[in-house]
């Protein structure tokens, strides 16, 4: 990383590159691209790219629809599954309106924003996610079927767990990449597999998620499977999640190794949101047939290690002491998933809101009638979002009436789509 536009003119020129993705994220976190020749990537980094905005939902309409892209060089990498001759780079970029001002749908640079205000206040938020997926067999015209690619459970090995060889080669394709996962494994359900990744700053790990789907859905694919990112893809079975791990820096300190009470109210803004931005966090019809099964939380609440909770407290030491948020799912917008919880938990610290006591209960099996819970449905989770003054000091009016408009006349994904 820490790459210039003149390090990435460089590269395209020493490297034999003849293609280059210039990747955004429409308003529910889908990976747009367009692809560019090498003789106007300086044109990309000057001018931006036009692109018709108003094909996309959720951005603009016909009447004025050019919006630009501008690639971040930062995030110059080869993507290693295609060709070594007439090489391939991406980079993901920032979508700015003809005079280059911000697009206020773009939500990377939403994030971006957040992450500047926790900056201002001399925060820096990293963030390292714990990723599931189901991976399904095609059948012989190449469709993906529910069929699980096998019958495993949690931690088992092969040869009864049939996607370590899969995981491996994701893992591999991702360091390529500049990515670093640090463990996997098989997860409960039959074909559910999950890969963990090293926290980084909120950007880059929001960057890295979006390249994680590509790769897990590019790999799978090159070994004739499925690789499904839907939350609960088989009924009775585990859901998957998106699990977000987060720690809270000053002067190079993590609150929460030291525990210092700046931490609590940051886990206590993330609680007293949490109903509000759940849509953001579980934004399907299905995301809510996950919540309160399999270990998926259903309960606004916080416990040191207990995996019944909303929020727990894993057992880490040093730079790897955290929280771990457990509702959202892979089907987010990972920037505005970020954006949301970072926001909450900074709102905690402005108004210095007191943490709850601990939930030192297993909530799936003991009696909790005095504990809220999260939204019930996505409709739910709507409203609750649309009437929330903590979520328009985040998104602009405009953008958040755009987004459950549209959520609210859509369906999920059908199986085979995410």
Same mark, same amino acid.
């Given at each position: 990383?820490?790459?210039?536009?003149?390090?990435?003119?460089?590269?395209?020129? #020493?490297n034999?590159?003849k293609?280059? =993705?210039l990747?955004?994220?429409?308003l529910?976190? +889908?990976?747009?691209?367009?692809?560019?020749?090498?003789?106007?990537?300086?044109?990309?980094?000057?001018?931006?790219?036009?692109?018709?905005?108003?094909?996309?939902?959720?951005?603009?309409?016909?009447?004025?629809?050019?919006?630009?892209?501008?690639?971040?060089?930062?995030?110059?990498?080869?993507?290693?599954?295609? $060709? &070594?001759?007439?090489?391939?780079?991406?980079?993901?970029?920032n979508?700015?309106?003809?005079?280059?001002?911000?697009?206020?749908g773009?939500?990377?640079?939403?994030?971006?924003?957040v992450?500047?205000?926790?900056?201002?206040?001399?925060?820096?938020?990293?963030?390292?996610?714990?990723?599931?997926?189901?991976?399904?067999?095609?059948?012989?015209?190449?469709? $993906?079927?529910?069929?699980?690619?096998?019958n495993?459970?949690?931690?088992d090995?092969?040869?009864?767990?049939?996607?370590?060889?899969?995981?491996r080669?994701i893992?591999?394709?991702?360091e390529?990449?500049?990515?670093?996962?640090?463990t996997?494994?098989?997860?409960?359900?039959?074909?559910?597999?999950?890969?963990?990744?090293?926290y980084?700053?909120?950007?880059q790990?929001?960057?890295?998620?979006?390249?994680?789907?590509?790769?897990?859905? %590019?790999?799978?694919?090159?070994?004739g499977?499925?690789?499904?990112?839907?939350?609960?893809?088989?009924?009775? &079975?585990s859901?998957?999640g998106?699990?977000?791990?987060?720690?809270l820096?000053?002067?190079?300190?993590n609150?929460?190794?030291?525990?210092?009470?700046?931490?609590?109210?940051?886990?206590?803004?993330?609680?007293?949101?949490i109903?509000?931005? %759940?849509?953001?966090?579980?934004?399907?019809?299905?995301s809510?047939? +996950?919540?309160?099964?399999?270990?998926a $939380?259903?309960?606004?609440?916080?416990?040191? #290690?207990?995996?019944?909770?909303?929020?727990?407290?894993?057992a880490?030491?040093?730079?790897? =002491?955290?929280?771990?948020? +457990?509702?959202?799912?892979?089907s987010?917008n990972?920037?505005?998933?970020?954006?949301?919880?970072?926001?909450?938990?900074?709102?905690?610290?402005?108004?210095?809101e007191?943490?709850? $006591?601990?939930v030192?209960?297993?909530?799936f099996?003991?009696?909790?009638?005095?504990?809220?819970?999260?939204?019930?449905d996505?409709?739910?989770?709507?409203?609750?979002?649309?009437?929330?003054?903590?979520?328009?000091?985040?998104?602009?009016?405009?953008?958040?009436?755009?987004?459950?408009?549209?959520?609210?006349?859509? =369906?999920?994904?059908?199986?085979?789509?995410?």
């Amino acid at each position: 990383m820490g790459f210039t536009k003149y390090d990435v003119i460089q590269y395209v020129k #020493e490297n034999d590159v003849k293609f280059i =993705k210039l990747l955004f994220t429409d308003l529910f976190g +889908r990976i747009k691209s367009i692809s560019i020749q090498p003789a106007i990537l300086e044109r990309a980094f000057e001018e931006g790219i036009s692109f018709d905005a108003g094909a996309i939902p959720g951005f603009l309409d016909s009447s004025k629809s050019d919006l630009f892209l501008h690639p971040d060089a930062e995030t110059l990498s080869v993507l290693p599954w295609r $060709p &070594q001759q007439g090489r391939v780079i991406r980079m993901f970029c920032n979508i700015c309106y003809p005079d280059g001002s911000p697009f206020e749908g773009d939500t990377r640079w939403l994030l971006k924003k957040v992450v500047s205000q926790a900056k201002e206040m001399g925060y820096v938020i990293k963030v390292g996610t714990e990723c599931e997926f189901y991976l399904f067999k095609l059948d012989e015209s190449g469709n $993906p079927v529910k069929v699980p690619y096998d019958n495993a459970g949690y931690c088992d090995f092969a040869p009864v767990d049939k996607g370590e060889n899969v995981r491996r080669d994701i893992i591999l394709t991702l360091e390529k990449m500049g990515i670093q996962p640090e463990t996997s494994h098989h997860e409960a359900g039959p074909g559910q597999n999950e890969i963990d990744f090293k926290y980084s700053e909120a950007i880059q790990a929001a960057d890295n998620f979006g390249t994680y789907t590509m790769t897990v859905k %590019t790999v799978a694919a090159k070994d004739g499977l499925f690789a499904s990112l839907m939350p609960k893809p088989i009924e009775n &079975q585990s859901g998957s999640g998106l699990h977000v791990n987060l720690s809270l820096y000053k002067n190079g300190i993590n609150l929460y190794e030291s525990e210092d009470e700046v931490s609590k109210c940051f886990t206590a803004g993330i609680l007293k949101h949490i109903r509000e931005i %759940t849509a953001f966090l579980n934004p399907l019809n299905q995301s809510y047939e +996950r919540l309160g099964k399999f270990e998926a $939380p259903l309960y606004v609440s916080w416990s040191p #290690e207990n995996r019944s909770q909303l929020i727990r407290i894993p057992a880490a030491k040093g730079e790897s =002491k955290r929280i771990e948020l +457990r509702s959202p799912d892979s089907s987010c917008n990972q920037y505005l998933a970020l954006a949301m919880i970072i926001a909450a938990g900074l709102d905690g610290i402005k108004n210095n809101e007191e943490l709850p $006591p601990a939930v030192n209960k297993n909530l799936f099996s003991e009696d909790v009638k005095d504990l809220e819970k999260l939204p019930q449905d996505l409709k739910s989770a709507l409203k609750l979002a649309e009437e929330s003054e903590f979520v328009k000091t985040v998104l602009d009016e405009k953008t958040l009436n755009t987004y459950v408009s549209l959520k609210r006349n859509s =369906k999920d994904p059908e199986f085979g789509e995410l």
